[in-house]
């Protein structure tokens, strides 16, 4: 080992890391030699490493850490560096985890994340639990199994932070990340990622990367598993300086660490670490290596450990005696086994019981305001003026005029209002502020109370309440003027090539408007999406949208989509409400550029179209074991004292609704407490779930075709009381289709968002087309189509020009979560109709697989009310023929199948 200029005290607290690490990877190694743990053994020194790293950041001013790592040695990190109480994860080990009783689905321990504050001293490589000067936030985000997937989620949450906490210097909040040498060099999203790094709407001022480079991927020799000879030449792309260290020379780790820290301090770019080392064991420790590598594993064996060479080190050089080192052996283990003794007797409190399931949201948001999509006729007027007007001396292109120039008649007319137009108002009015002493007008007219009461603040027509203004970030590629040619978030001078974005110029108020972010992005998709998805997360009052250039673009995001979006609730309790537009449609332009496979998205979605019925058996169930848990005396009832304890002080006098249900009185100390039964408990949470029906579910998916409700289910996203992600289908054709519009109206104070729209309905752009058919009633008609997307524009065009006045058009704007109740209003009044689903995708791609069992559902509980006369048992399909590929390349082809749909 190289002499580096350690004090004494630096080289003990090294030691008692490196000491702590090691002695950690052989005590769960005894304990559960059946597990699977993917240790840190032939790493040891990362550890000593990274607390070395972190204290160097946090004297260069550094409070908050975004730390992302795969699955090797992540217990050690999390018990050694977060400080995570090891009780915790040793009782998950002991398989007794929370989510054995059915609250969440949970991940495998190896993949949690975990949050805490650690205080470093100023010492470099010192830690200092008294030290207040240098207290840093520690987050390691959790991950799937899809190696390096982790890294642009970091780098989203990392950004956010920063913006949120106005860093500008990029140096409060830094991002880390731990790779593996097979992954680092072998998956694409690693350099996608770093490509980021320096752009301005991506950049973090650097990430700092340290590859455990164990040289072997799973049974894999580098020779055969990357063509360089290092696995960071990928680094090279954009520059990063790469710090290669020896694993087993725990004081040069530590060194390279500071080096690194330092440069990306001085410099606001990528450093990389790649240490140098070796994997004692197989892939997990219940694999042999030997299988494939005996010469190899061979050496290993018979290699001294890092701790071992680090002190034989240290006691040649006089740094540390034998009884020292003997009396810190006995303190961690001693330590370990008081936690598995802990762990043994552990119960997660009501709180963690509480927090992993939506009944805890049930119970904490009864106070929690509401606010309606609608906006006042007053905001739409401003911000639509504003946003369609250019400064005197700005030379727009021709068309970029003509656009602007017709957002302002519709403005000014009420009437005429397209999907672009609709997007940036959704915008606009969000990035204002909003108070209940406002005017709200329209139908409601004025409006000033705030919502108080529980049981009216998911009230159809609550009145309008605070809410501060909102951040909007829209990313992706070409998204500034819009693929289509239809947004111009931003507009360019046509004689100087200055940038406009009239989104920023809602208000000359100094700060009286939200910051607005709109950014073409790399043409990366995985990288890009899983930026944006940290960047959701941390922040529930900012709207964060993805855009794909065209919908099936996302393919290439699909592990992202997979493994994150649309399960990070359900594995890891994390929350977001993430929007993805997927331009979808069918307009002959071929295989990869019509559908956003709808399919897959609603394949993700936890609805069961076996509930459709409204069975509550299961809901109850699960309320009844909540209650059991809650009450720990045992007495049968629960207090609002016990919820308070739960969900803390603040909340417990906005439970008002709570105190008017039946429930026991008791005097407790002199003072009323008011305890609830099992079955009081049972109806206020069944009760919340009627309100919430959709705050179960993992995300919605939507394919809306009127700009107002494009409007409506935008600003939705912020104006419900839970962070869900939304996947649109959005338009392509009905852009620029004259009749997809709206009249301004549709988007005040008093409307919403629509999930299914029939003729009948008063926010029907089509319904004078309709009612100039002179429709039969309701009893006499035929058929009832039901369609989703723009294709009910085609039907709708088709029937009227051959004056078919007996057919009927529902068109589904949200597919998922299913409407059940709305749809079975829609179809109630045509008792006696054929019903028929038409889609534009072949039949083993689209909705119809997953409406076809719901709607065929709908049709029995019809029946079952008596509110259906047709015997007809399930629902018919119209729609291309099944296909491997989405579209056919051909566009005559394309206009034929489309001849024979609407036929």
């Keep these: 080992m ?24 052989q005590f769960m190694s005894s304990k559960f030699p059946a597990s699977k743990k993917f240790g840190i053994e032939g790493c040891w020194s990362l550890i000593p490493g990274l607390i070395a790293l972190m204290s160097e950041v946090s004297s260069l001013g550094t409070e908050y850490v975004e730390l992302g790592m795969t699955h090797r040695g992540r217990i050690n990190v999390l018990l050694n560096l977060l400080k995570r109480p090891m009780h915790t994860v040793l009782y998950e080990f002991l398989q007794k985890g929370s989510s ?29 639990e008294d030290e207040e000067d240098h207290k840093i936030h520690l987050s390691m985000c959790p991950n799937p199994s899809h190696l390096e997937s982790i890294n642009p989620v970091v780098m989203g949450k990392v950004r956010a932070k920063q913006n949120f906490l106005r860093d500008y210097s990029r140096q409060r909040v830094v991002g880390v990340l731990l790779h593996g040498d097979a992954s680092f060099s072998g998956q694409g999203v690693v350099h996608e990622t770093m490509e980021l790094s320096e752009l301005d709407a991506y950049t973090v001022g650097g990430m700092l990367h340290i590859i455990i480079n164990n040289q072997i991927g799973f049974t894999t020799d580098p020779r055969t598993g990357r063509s360089s000879v290092h696995p960071t030449n990928v680094a090279k792309a954009v520059g990063a300086p790469v710090f290669h260290v020896n694993g087993d020379d725990v004081l040069a780790v530590v060194k390279a660490c500071q080096m690194a820290a330092r440069y990306r301090h001085k410099y606001k770019r990528d450093a990389v670490i790649n240490i140098v080392c070796y994997r004692k ?19 290993i064996e018979n290699h001294p450990s890092t701790l071992e060479l680090f002190t034989q080190y240290l006691l040649d050089h006089n740094q540390i005696t034998p009884e020292e080192i003997q009396t810190e052996k006995e303190k961690y283990l001693c330590l370990c086994e008081s936690e598995l003794s802990a762990a043994k007797e552990f119960q997660p409190n009501a709180g963690d019981l509480l927090s992993a399931n939506w009944q805890g949201d049930a119970v904490a948001s009864l106070g929690r305001p509401f606010n309606q999509t609608g906006a006042t006729l007053s905001m739409l007027k401003d911000v639509g003026e504003s946003i369609s007007t250019l400064p005197t001396d700005f030379q727009a292109h021709a068309k970029v005029q003509e656009v602007l120039s017709k957002r302002q008649k519709a403005i000014r007319t009420g009437e005429g209002v397209d999907f672009a137009f609709a997007e940036a108002l959704a915008f606009g009015s969000l990035m204002l502020p909003f108070k209940a002493g406002d005017q709200a007008e329209g139908k409601r007219g004025k409006t000033e109370d705030l919502v108080q009461r529980p049981m009216e603040k998911n009230a159809f027509l609550s009145p309008m309440v605070d809410h501060p203004t909102v951040h909007v970030r829209l990313a992706g590629q070409d998204v500034e003027r819009g693929t289509f040619n239809q947004r111009h978030a931003v507009v360019i001078d046509q004689t100087t090539a200055a940038r406009y974005v009239p989104l920023d110029h809602i208000t000359d108020t100094p700060g009286g408007q939200a910051s607005f972010s709109v950014c073409n992005s790399s043409l990366s998709e995985e990288a890009a999406l899983g930026f944006e998805y940290g960047y959701s997360l941390e922040n529930d009052n900012a709207l964060v949208i993805w855009e794909a250039q065209f919908g099936d673009f996302a393919n290439n995001a699909q592990a992202m989509i997979d493994n994150f979006i649309a399960s990070g609730e359900d594995k890891w309790l994390c929350q977001s409400g993430l929007v993805l537009l997927l331009p979808h449609g069918y307009e002959g332009q071929g295989p990869e550029h019509s559908s956003a496979r709808l399919e897959r998205y609603l394949s993700l979605v936890n609805d069961d179209a076996d509930r459709v019925s409204g069975n509550q058996q299961t809901d109850t169930d699960r309320i009844m074991h909540m209650f059991e848990e809650l009450d720990r005396d045992r007495d049968g009832t629960l207090s609002l004292r016990q919820i308070q304890e739960v969900i803390g002080e603040e909340q417990i006098n906005n439970v008002v609704e709570l105190q008017s249900l039946e429930g026991t009185q008791t005097v407790s100390q002199g003072q009323e407490e008011y305890r609830f039964r099992k079955e009081d408990y049972v109806r206020i949470m069944l009760q919340w779930l009627a309100r919430n029906t959709e705050a179960r579910f993992n995300m919605s998916v939507c394919n809306v075709t009127t700009p107002a409700n494009y409007f409506h289910v935008l600003r939705r996203q912020i104006h419900r009381p839970y962070a869900k992600p939304l996947v649109l289908m959005s338009p392509k054709y009905l852009l620029h289709h004259a009749p997809a519009v709206s009249p301004l109206k549709h988007f005040e104070v008093g409307t919403h968002f629509n999930r299914v729209i029939s003729d009948t309905a008063s926010v029907n752009n089509l319904r004078s087309g309709f009612v100039d058919l002179n429709p039969v009633v309701p009893g006499e008609a035929k058929k009832v189509l039901v369609c989703s997307g723009k294709v009910a524009y085609a039907l709708h065009h088709s029937r009227k020009a051959k004056r078919k006045n007996d057919i009927v058009l529902i068109r589904l704007e949200q597919l998922a979560p299913f409407p059940v109740g709305d749809m079975i209003t829609a179809l109630a009044p045509y008792s006696n109709a054929e019903v028929v689903w038409v889609q534009e995708e072949p039949k083993n791609m689209g909705a119809w697989n997953y409406v076809q069992p719901r709607l065929t559902q709908m049709l029995r509980l019809l029946r079952e009310r008596g509110l259906r006369v047709s015997t007809q048992q399930e629902v018919s399909y119209v729609g291309r023929e099944p296909s491997a590929s989405t579209a056919t390349g051909s566009f005559f082809v394309h206009m034929a199948e489309n001849k024979q749909l609407l036929e």
């Design 2 to 25: 190289q002499e580096l200029n350690f004090s004494k005290k630096q080289l003990k607290r090294i030691y008692c890391s490196l000491l702590q690490a090691d002695l950690l990877e």
């Design 281 to 299: 064991h197989g892939h997990n420790e219940l694999d042999d290596p030997k299988i494939t590598h005996p010469l190899t594993y061979n050496l």
């Design 100 to 128: 054995a009783h059915g609250f969440y689905g949970g991940d495998v321990q190896y993949h949690l994340g975990a949050y805490s504050h650690v205080r470093y001293g100023g010492q470099r490589g010192e830690q200092d």
